[in-house]
């Protein structure tokens, strides 16, 4: 659900819905009001689009009193200040009721090892997740790669994550995508250049978000949306929009957990020789070892994981 933003605290306080964060403001829904809020920067780091706020008034602008606690967040590290220094969480978005990783077609090429990583945040907060396949119009029908695109996909609705394939360009998938999107707080991720402004601009008329073509020289998407921003859609649903990303690392998942953020592994869990000690690399009676043997893992995921568990020691 999405939250309602329009609650009056006492006589001097309010909550509302961010819907951005700024360096020193944050925009605010409060009922049927979008104001600008001043941001303490003792609380910069605690508040993220989708959280729910309570403010207070005053004579310039309102002022963030505290964040309302939050039912989920999606996060990944935060690029360290120095060489040396210890990551700390970066909260992309608060309040999230499943993800939406959006991949191109084509334009830019797919990495399917990014998939793998946002996928596994989601399952480390218990968020389902549905996978936007954008630009399908760039993708001819019978051709070598459509057949690998949908080989690809294929696995992943046999893992539980049901995909839709649209084209902002020809309308393709949008009415089945806007069904989907009219319950609950989305979360879109992906890289630069795949199209998920132009898909938001497709689903929501009035977004007005600027777009900037993919780098015809380096096949590399170019940033357009700096900032995550929230944006109501007509019934319960929402959307969070976020900046375009190249890399993606996980956020205090142990090494120990990782194996259960693929759910294909999870049944294989506990029936290794070596118990939940096993950690499925190169130990003898390795169920999970036994599992991608047999196809019942796939090996790039299982490549995948022994990534993910690797940066996370």
């Not at 120990?256 to 009676?285: I, K, N, T, V, Y």
């Not at 043997?293 to 020691?313: D, N, T």
């Given at each position: 659900m999405k939250p309602q933003p329009s609650t009056i605290v006492d006589s001097a306080l309010f909550t509302g819905l961010v819907l951005q964060k700024y360096i020193h403001q944050i925009q605010v829904l409060a009922g049927e009001h979008t104001l600008m809020c001043a941001l303490p920067p003792h609380l910069a780091a605690q508040v993220a689009a989708g959280d729910v706020v309570c403010c207070e008034p005053a004579p310039d602008l309102p002022r963030l009193v505290t964040v309302l606690p939050r039912r989920s967040e999606y996060s990944r590290p935060a690029a360290a200040s120095r060489p040396g220094a210890h990551a700390s969480q970066q909260v992309i978005a608060a309040n999230v009721d499943w993800v939406m990783p959006v991949f191109a077609a084509a334009s830019p090429t797919p990495k399917w090892n990014l998939l793998d990583r946002f996928l596994a945040a989601a399952e480390a907060q218990g968020l389902p997740a549905r996978i936007c396949i954008s630009k399908c119009d760039l993708t001819p029908g019978g051709s070598p790669a459509e057949e690998e695109l949908h080989e690809v996909l294929a696995l992943y609705r046999s893992l539980g994550y049901p995909v839709s394939l649209v084209s902002a360009q020809t309308g393709s998938g949008l009415s089945e995508l806007r069904s989907h999107l009219a319950h609950g707080t989305a979360l879109l991720v992906g890289k630069s250049g795949v199209g998920k402004t132009t898909l938001l601009n497709a689903l929501l008329p009035g977004a007005d978000q600027s777009t900037r073509a993919v780098n015809a020289v380096t096949g590399k998407g170019r940033h357009t949306t700096t900032a995550a921003r929230l944006?109501?859609?007509?019934?319960?649903?929402?959307?969070?929009?976020?900046?375009?990303?190249?890399?993606?690392?996980?956020?205090?998942?142990?090494?120990?957990?990782?194996?259960?953020?693929?759910?294909?592994?999870?049944?294989?869990?506990?029936?290794?020789?070596?118990?939940?000690?096993?950690?499925?690399?190169?130990?003898?009676?390795?169920?999970?070892?036994?599992?991608?043997?047999?196809?019942?893992?796939?090996?790039?995921?299982?490549?995948?994981?022994?990534?993910?568990?690797?940066?996370?020691?």
């Open positions: 944006y109501p859609l007509p019934g319960d649903g929402a959307v969070i929009d976020t900046p375009g990303v190249r890399e993606f690392g996980l956020w205090d998942i142990p090494p120990e957990d990782m194996a259960a953020c693929f759910p294909e592994m999870r049944p294989h869990l506990g029936r290794c020789r070596f118990g939940l000690s096993c950690q499925h690399d190169e130990e003898p009676g390795c169920a999970v070892r036994q599992a991608v043997m047999q196809g019942a893992v796939h090996p790039r995921r299982y490549q995948s994981y022994l990534r993910l568990k690797a940066e996370a020691a």
